[in-house]
């Protein structure tokens, strides 16, 4: 089993920056893909970015040049520096994990932007 706690989650106005961390732990063994969701109230969840053991990342359109995915493989963890929020990036933010044919979430942590 994999655990995953994310942190880094808040209120924050237009045009400003946060950074979210997830840290893994449990039954970890690479390579594996760590990952950035989220979901808007009444809106499917999308993938924000991902990036791999090697450090290949992807992004949503939505966000490149805003957003950048990093990950620390000593300490199992995924950031996500968020910059330029805008109200549209209001969501909850999921960490997943996809590791030896498994995916892992975690509990999510709530992005608001608001002025």
């Known amino acids: 089993q994999v655990q995953l706690v994310e942190s880094g989650g808040g209120l924050v106005q237009p045009g400003g920056s946060l950074r979210l961390s997830c840290a893994a732990s449990g039954r970890i063994f690479s390579p594996y893909v760590m990952g950035w969701y989220r979901q808007a109230p009444g809106k499917q969840r999308e993938l924000v970015a991902s990036i791999t053991s090697g450090g290949t990342t992807n992004y949503a359109d939505s966000v490149k040049g805003r957003f950048a995915i990093s990950r620390d493989n000593t300490k199992n963890t995924v950031y996500l520096q968020m910059n330029n929020l805008k109200p549209e990036d209001t969501a909850v933010y999921y960490c997943?994990?996809?590791?030896?044919?498994?995916?892992?979430w975690g509990q999510g942590t709530q992005v608001t932007v608001s002025s």
């Open positions: 997943k994990v996809s590791l030896g044919g498994f995916q892992y």
